[in-house]
């Protein structure tokens, strides 16, 4: 099986999807203060204007259709949902069933770990590709 999307898109949106799932309710309630003051517990907090999740959002919207799609297969291959012998239907349903991508991909609560799951299926990581930035 050979990827439309890029596996450097691919491996990008993961590292940002970790960065997104590592995100807290806010809790701090100094809301206010100086980062530095204190100790930055702002930065994990996860708020309305989210530059993680916009960057994440925009990296998928920024697709083509049919590597979204692919993103979304990926997935689901990955959560087990499909094995790699049944990429094609997952191809298939992914086109068929899921209308924004990007929200239904930010919105599955392990995207990261699907998606490397995904690419283990077929042989493939991250390992290797350097610095994604």
Known sequence: MELNVSLET?????????EFEALVPPV???DGSNSADDRAVDELEDSDENPTEEELRGIIDDLA???QAELVALAWVGR???????WDE???TAVDEVDDVADYLIGLPMLS?????GLAAFELSCDGLGQIV
């Open 113 to 117: 770990a699907y998606l490397e799951g």
């Open 80 to 86: 087990g949902t499909y094995d790699a012998t049944e």
């Open 65 to 67: 259709e049919d590597e």
């Open 90 to 92: 997952a191809l298939e």
């Open 10 to 18: 691919v491996c990008r949106i993961i590292l940002r999807a970790r």
């Open 28 to 30: 701090d309630p100094d």
